[in-house]
């Protein structure tokens, strides 16, 4: 049964700093790319960071400098690193595993709210 858990979220002021983690179970996690999305309210879910199988990530242009993502194989997690948070950051975030070689292989937690306010 494959099984992603986030966790981390909370309630931040802006400039504040959080970190989330997802744990996987139930897959081969190190043939997996893994990702966080995230979805504010009334718009569409949207890629935020991406750690591949191979270990390359990349992120979406307004998280670039500020949010770190990464990956251990040896205990099956994915973890966001966000500094410097704003308020356009608030939203749910969502742990995604998709296989490298087969992306219809594709599963999501159920999501962590962040709220960025003051």
């Known amino acids: 049964q494959v099984q992603l858990v986030e966790s981390g979220g909370g309630l931040v002021q802006p400039g504040g700093s959080l970190r989330l983690s997802c744990a996987a179970s139930?897959?081969?996690?190190?043939?997996?790319?893994m990702g966080w999305y995230r979805q504010a309210p009334g718009k569409e879910r949207e890629l935020v960071a991406r750690?591949?199988?191979?270990?390359?990530?990349n992120y979406a242009d307004s998280v670039k400098g500020r949010f770190a993502i990464s990956r251990d194989n040896a205990k099956n997690t994915v973890s966001l690193q966000m500094i410097a948070l704003k308020p356009e950051d608030t939203a749910v975030y969502y742990c995604n595993a998709q296989h490298a070689l087969r992306p219809n292989r594709d599963y999501w937690g159920q999501g962590t709210q962040v709220t960025v306010s003051s």
């Open positions: 750690v591949f199988s191979g270990g390359k990530p």
């Open positions: 139930g897959f081969t996690f190190s043939v997996y790319d």
